[in-house]
């Protein structure tokens, strides 16, 4: 039996051949960016390596939001410049820039500056990380399970526009 493809899907699976997944490393320790590169070295997630990206403030973080529009993931620092420059990042980039696509997983080496009951509930990210219970098996995890995440939120987009679309044309909006 032949398999059903829709266009979108197709487009999709061609475009994820070509392309890498952008990540950030948003933090201000040089090893942790380190670190992080060195765990993910060999590895692919549907045939696409990660190209990280670097920052060390938020405003850099930021900035790198508005150069690249494809980002899936940031792994995103609780203090850097300031004791909660990431938790306004997050704030940056779900209510300002409205980007609910990028998978936000929040790291931190302190966690009493930002519980994690406390932030899971107030703010809209998609994990949560003790620097110091992290090893690479559960950075690993961690990083599979958003990429899929964003994979399959992307796709679903994909199909809601080719729907609108086709709506739109069929009704002369």
């Known amino acids: 039996m032949d398999e059903l493809i829709f266009a979108a899907e197709k487009d999709i699976e061609e475009e994820s051949k070509e392309e890498s997944w952008k990540v950030i490393i948003a ?15 060999d590895y692919q997630f549907l045939g696409r390596p990660i190209e990280f990206l670097s920052a ?15 980002i899936a993931i940031v792994l995103l ?15 940056i980039i779900r209510n300002e820039m409205k980007n609910l696509f990028t998978r936000i997983i929040l790291r931190t080496g302190q966690p009493g500056y930002a519980p994690e009951d406390e932030v899971i509930f107030k703010y809209d990210i998609n994990d949560y990380i003790n620097k110091a219970d ?33 709506v739109q044309g069929k009704t002369g909006f």
């Open 56 to 70: 060390y403030t938020g405003e850099e973080t930021y900035s790198l939001f508005k150069k690249h529009s494809d």
């Open 27 to 41: 933090d201000d320790e040089a090893d942790i960016h380190e670190m992080t590169q060195l765990v993910f070295n």
């Open 134 to 166: 992290t090893n690479s098996r559960k950075i690993i995890t961690s990083v599979t399970t958003a990429l899929r995440s964003y994979r399959d939120i992307k796709t679903i987009e994909s199909y809601r526009a080719t729907l609108e679309e086709k």
């Open 77 to 91: 620092d609780v203090m850097m410049e300031d004791s909660d420059a990431g938790l306004k990042v997050v704030g």
